[in-house]
């Protein structure tokens, strides 16, 4: 019978521990704020424009912000994320004109996150709306081309912790991918000067994998120096789209160079608390 009751009042610590740390433990939720400028190459095709493929320069900037949840910090991760790209191409096998590209991309993401030693792996789901235009110097009836996006996808992440020559180092892969969502696309030939009059006609069609195409690879790496972190990386985005027998074709290939923080924001009427637990959503 003493054993016994030895053994209920162990139990009886163990849990009257556990659901006193909650009240006992304050976890803060660093934000991770990260800018970033992109340069590389633009592959763009669109046959409501032009029947050649263009290739040239592409720029971008960037903004990417990661935080814990509050209602599980270890296990769930916010990312928020902003883009708005630009890219100027000029070569194509007739050597007669040049293609312009503007587009403005936000995103949204809530994944799942499991500690495994150094590895850190997430899954979950994100949204994201685009808008953009592509500008075509040849063409004189014609030659803009509206674009205009919204989805919802699957998102996957690996990261590794490490350091280099003393300084902590975080490697990451992320990828992106629409599963479902709406488009833009006008008829092959229509004018935008006949959608302006009414004809509205087949202009939005619903997205998935075989009409609207997109995968976003991000591999980065975050090298902290002091209370800065130094972010060195590569994108490669592919999108390619099919409606109203018009097909479109962008890939781009980036060199990605950053600077990402953490900080926390508190209230006035809050100190830090020296006892606190940080959970870091990438770090």
Same mark, same amino acid.
């Given at each position: 019978?003493?054993?016994?009751?030895?053994?209920?009042?162990?139990?009886?610590?163990?849990? #009257?521990?556990?659901?006193?740390?909650?009240?006992?433990?304050?976890?803060?939720?660093?934000?991770?704020?990260?800018?970033?400028?992109?340069?590389?190459?633009?592959?763009?095709?669109?046959?409501?424009?032009?029947?050649?493929?263009?290739?040239?320069?592409?720029?971008?900037? !960037?903004?990417?912000?990661?935080?814990?949840?509050?209602?599980?910090?270890?296990? $769930?991760?916010?990312?928020? !994320?902003?883009?708005?790209?630009?890219?100027?191409? %000029?070569?194509?096998?007739?050597?007669?004109?040049?293609?312009?590209?503007?587009?403005?991309?936000?995103? $949204?993401?809530?994944?799942?996150?499991?500690?495994?030693?150094?590895?850190?792996?997430?899954?979950?789901?994100?949204?994201?709306?685009?808008? *953009?235009?592509?500008?075509?110097?040849?063409?004189? &009836?014609?030659?803009? /081309?509206?674009? #205009?996006?919204?989805?919802?996808?699957?998102?996957? /992440? /690996?990261? %590794?912790?490490?350091?280099?020559?003393?300084?902590?180092?975080?490697?990451?892969?992320?990828?992106?991918?629409?599963?479902?969502?709406?488009?833009?696309?006008?008829?092959? *030939?229509?004018?935008?000067?006949?959608?302006?009059?009414?004809?509205?006609?087949?202009?939005?069609?619903?997205? $998935?994998?075989?009409?609207?195409?997109?995968? &976003?690879?991000?591999?980065?790496?975050?090298? /902290?120096?002091?209370?800065?972190?130094?972010?060195?990386?590569?994108?490669?985005?592919?999108? !390619?789209?099919?409606?109203?027998?018009?097909?479109?074709?962008?890939?781009?290939?980036? #060199?990605?160079?950053?600077?990402?923080?953490? $900080?926390?924001?508190?209230?006035?009427?809050?100190?830090?608390?020296? &006892? #606190?637990?940080?959970?870091?959503?990438?770090?």
């Amino acid at each position: 019978m003493k054993k016994i009751l030895n053994i209920i009042a162990a139990i009886a610590v163990v849990f #009257a521990a556990k659901a006193a740390e909650p009240d006992s433990v304050v976890v803060e939720r660093p934000v991770v704020s990260v800018y970033s400028l992109e340069a590389g190459s633009a592959h763009i095709a669109q046959t409501y424009l032009s029947p050649l493929r263009y290739s040239g320069l592409a720029l971008a900037l !960037s903004y990417e912000r990661m935080q814990a949840m509050r209602f599980d910090p270890d296990r $769930w991760v916010m990312r928020l !994320s902003g883009r708005l790209d630009g890219a100027r191409t %000029y070569n194509n096998p007739a050597r007669n004109a040049s293609m312009w590209d503007l587009d403005l991309s936000l995103g $949204w993401s809530m994944s799942y996150r499991r500690n495994f030693g150094a590895w850190s792996l997430y899954g979950g789901g994100y949204t994201s709306a685009e808008v *953009g235009v592509l500008y075509a110097s040849r063409n004189g &009836n014609n030659p803009v /081309a509206a674009k #205009a996006a919204w989805n919802i996808g699957i998102t996957a /992440a /690996a990261v %590794y912790h490490t350091s280099l020559k003393g300084r902590p180092l975080t490697l990451r892969y992320l990828a992106e991918m629409p599963l479902t969502g709406i488009f833009f696309a006008p008829e092959y *030939g229509e004018l935008y000067f006949e959608i302006y009059l009414g004809n509205h006609k087949g202009l939005v069609h619903g997205a $998935w994998p075989g009409n609207y195409f997109r995968l &976003n690879n991000l591999l980065t790496a975050d090298i /902290a120096l002091g209370r800065t972190i130094l972010r060195l990386g590569y994108r490669c985005g592919i999108t !390619s789209t099919k409606a109203n027998g018009i097909v479109g074709r962008h890939i781009a290939h980036t #060199a990605v160079v950053g600077i990402a923080s953490e $900080w926390i924001s508190l209230s006035p009427s809050r100190k830090p608390d020296v &006892n #606190a637990r940080y959970v870091s959503a990438l770090y």
